[in-house]
Structures are given as C-alpha cells and as structure tokens.
C-alpha cells in the first residue's frame, strides 16, 4: 500500500508535458471562444454609453442582469450536458450519450417556451426589484422586451456548447461562439445605427444571433451524431432514473447559478443606491470581471471535460493530473488579467463610455477590478472540476455558504466604506467560492473514481 502511494505521488509531482499540452489544446479555443462573449458585452456598452445620457448604460446593465437570470439561471443546461456527455464520453457509452443531448434539448426547449409566455411579469418584476430610477428602467424594459424572444434558441444552444465542450469538440465549440457573436456584433451595429432602433436594437440583435446560432447548432448536432446506433426507444429517452438523475444535477446548478446570479444582483443594487453615476461605472468595470471571468472560464471548461472523462473511466490519477494541471495554468491567466487591467484598465473604461462623470468613478474603483481575478481564480476552476464529476450537490452547498458571507460582507461594508466596501465584498465572496469547494476536493476525488461507482 504505502508503495503504490508513493508510485501516485510521484507519477502526480512529475504533471507529464502531454498532460500540459492536452488542457492547453483544449482550453485556448475554448478561451478565445469565450471571449468573444465580453467583447459582445463591452460592444453593447459602449454603443449605449454613446447614446445621450446615462440611463442607457444603466439599461443595458439592469437589462443584462435581468438575462443573466433568465438565461444563465438556466445555465445548468450547458453545464449538467457537458457533465453528463462527458462521463459517458470516457465511458465510450454513446447509446447514454446521444440520450442525455435529446433530454437536455428537450428540456431547454420547453423552458425557453414557458419564458416567452410568462416575459411581462418577469421584465416587470425583476426590474422592479434590481431598482435604478424610472428613467435607467425604462429603457431596460425595452432592451429585455427585444431580446427576450431569443430564449428557446439561447437555451437550445447552451445544450449544443454542452455536448461539443464534453466530447472535446473545442474547435466547433470555438465557430459556432464566434460565429453567434460576429453576427451579434454586426446586428446590433445594424439595428442601432441603421434603423435607429436605439436600446431595443441592442436586444433585438442579440435575439437574431441567437437564433442563428440555434441552426447552426442544430447543423453540428445532425452531422456529428453517433452512426450504427439502434433507433431511440421512447422509454429510453423517458427513462425515469435517468429523468431523475438528470433533474437532480440540473436542479442543483440552478440553485447555484441562482446564487451566484443573485449576489451581482445585491452588487447592482447596493450600487444604484449610491446613484446613476456609481451604477454605471460599477457597470463598466464589472465588464472587467466578464473579461476575466470567460477567460478564467475556458480552463475550468477544460477541467470539466477532462473530469468528466476521468470519472467516466474511474482513472485518478487522470483525474488529479487534470486538477492540477488546469489549476496551474489557471492562475497564470489570472495572474496576466490583474497586470493587464492593472496597467491598461484607464485606457479600457475610456473605449468603453465617453461620459466623464462614469469615467472618473470607474478609474476611482479600478484597483478592484485588478484584484478581483487573483480572488476568484480558485472558485471558478473548482466549479469546472465538480461539475465534470457530477458532484453538484456539494457545489450547490459551497455556493450557498458563500453568498451568506458576501451578503453579511456587502450589507456591513458599504454602509461604512461606501463603494470601496462594496467591491471588497465581492472579493471576499469570490475567496470564500474557492474555499469551500477546496475543503470538499479530496472526498469528490475518491467518490468520482471509485469502482462501481453510479
């Protein structure tokens, strides 16, 4: 016993150069295809922090928090699929992989069904309780009113991301993210400047690309689907352990998702009480904490991938080499976001709003912005982990203890440091994100790759 332990530990210590070139193969598109989802963002910020006053940089944040709950909330769909397909995937089991896609569609599908008949009272209410004055509310009615119709397609295609990021398919995964924010890009140019449709153009363009996103998806899905399989048996499809096991991974990410959204929500809205103006450029500098958080993103993608690979194999030590190996360079792209923000984040908040009043508040809070990915690179490789593994009980209850801390932390410091309390806040929570799933790390190892384990 003691000799096979040694054997681990030093076949851990030496991280072979394959292992180094495996995550990165798979991390950098992935990073790239990442992104290009906070260039979208800041392109829909600085459009809107062009147009004549503040209030529609303020409506293109609360707006875009509303869908970071509409939307993301439902993010359980692209993370539970990768989970699922990539465990079958080291597994080589595709009858169960080609299963888990059609539910996770079918799922995503009816959810984005019942978001368009319940869009009034949702926009309405969340508005409402994201605060802001009457004005910023307005016009974030009418950028959530546009985009809304995307939401079958946005949800169809977290599923597509899903299964091409657990089968290891980061080039496809990389197109079709470029291809949903190019056209993004180029509509909401089209819609704004050419049709003069102001802030509902900037929905309005995201809920087209979406759409044509969903087809070239569903293209990919048709052209990479396993050959020689048996038709799919309707009880297959419907098997209720599967249902069951499938609502549970999904029910648990959305508990977590929901508190994770929650607490940018709490950061807003402590935020618009201080005023337009520190609502604003809280919401420019949050596009820094995008930045980091899609490129951070792209390894804990790869984690999950490998993890679930591994765990699908019951191999440790692959599944240790993938932690760690991941976690590396993890922190070394967290390292390079806090130097570039550090240096170049003054001239970043001056391509992103032209109003000096924003200007002049965001440089004021900048150093959070370049501390902020150094805090948080240890919860969002870990959530890949755990996801990957399946283990998303534990993840929902790490996520739960965590937002309690940034609450309590919010509430008490900016009452009495004001903004600075607020911003050091979210650095406590995105600290306590990466402890509490580091406590639990050594027990998901040991039940992820146990024999037998179902």
């Known amino acids: 016993m003691q000799t096979t332990r040694q054997n681990e530990s030093a076949e851990d210590a030496a991280l072979p150069v394959h292992w180094h070139k495996r995550v990165l193969m798979l991390a950098f598109p992935i990073v790239l295809a990442n992104l290009t989802q906070p260039i979208l963002g800041a392109v829909d910020t600085a459009v809107a922090g062009h147009l004549d006053g503040p209030q529609y940089l303020g409506g293109v944040a609360l707006g875009g928090l509303v869908f970071s709950f509409v939307f993301w909330g439902f993010g359980f769909l692209r993370m539970g699929t990768t989970g699922l397909v990539a465990q079958s995937f080291g597994a080589r089991d595709d009858d169960a992989l080609r299963a888990s896609v059609l539910r996770a569609l079918l799922l995503g599908l009816a959810i984005g069904a019942a978001v368009l008949a319940l869009q009034v009272p949702i926009v309405r209410y969340a508005l409402v309780a994201l605060g802001g004055s009457a004005a910023v509310r307005d016009t974030a009615s009418a950028y959530c009113h546009a985009r809304i119709w995307a939401a079958p397609f946005a949800l169809g295609n977290y599923v597509v991301l899903g299964y091409l990021l657990g089968c290891q398919r980061v080039r496809l995964a990389l197109l079709t993210q470029v291809f949903i924010n190019v056209v993004n890009i180029v509509a909401v140019l089209l819609f704004v400047y050419r049709f003069d449709w102001g802030i509902a153009g900037i929905g309005a363009a995201t809920a ?87 490129g951070l993103d792209g390894f804990a993608h790869a984690a999950e991938a490998l993890v679930g690979a591994a765990a699908g194999a019951r191999d440790r030590h692959a599944f240790r080499q993938a932690v760690k190996v991941t976690m590396l360079w993890s922190a070394i792209g967290a390292a390079g976001f806090s130097i570039v923000f550090w240096i170049g984040g003054e001239w970043i908040i ?79 929570f995105m600290v306590a994100r990466g402890i509490t799933l580091a406590v639990q790390l050594p027990e998901i190892e040991r039940a992820s790759c146990a024999p037998g384990r179902g």
Not at 351 to 363: P, S, W
């Open 208 to 294: 087209f690309a979406d759409f044509c996103g969903f087809a070239l998806g569903l293209a990919l899905l048709w052209h990479l689907r396993p050959r020689g399989l048996a038709p799919l048996a309707w009880s297959v499809l419907f098997d209720t352990r599967a249902l069951g096991w499938l609502v549970a991974i999904n029910r648990d990410i959305f508990i977590r998702t929901i508190c994770l959204l929650g607490s940018y929500a709490w950061f807003a809205h402590l935020g618009a009480r201080q005023g337009d103006a520190i609502l604003a450029a809280n919401a420019v500098l949050l596009n820094f904490q995008t930045f980091m958080a899609f």
């Open 350 to 428: 001056g391509r992103l709003t032209d109003q000096a009043v924003v200007r002049a508040a965001a440089v004021r809070y900048l150093p959070w912005a370049s501390v902020l990915p150094l805090a948080s690179v240890a919860g969002f490789l870990l959530d890949g982990v755990f996801i990957g593994a399946t283990r998303t009980h534990e993840l929902m209850k790490a996520m739960a203890v965590s937002i309690v801390v940034f609450v309590v932390a919010a509430w008490a410091l900016a009452g009495s440091l004001g903004n600075h309390g607020l911003w050091l806040a979210l650095a406590i």
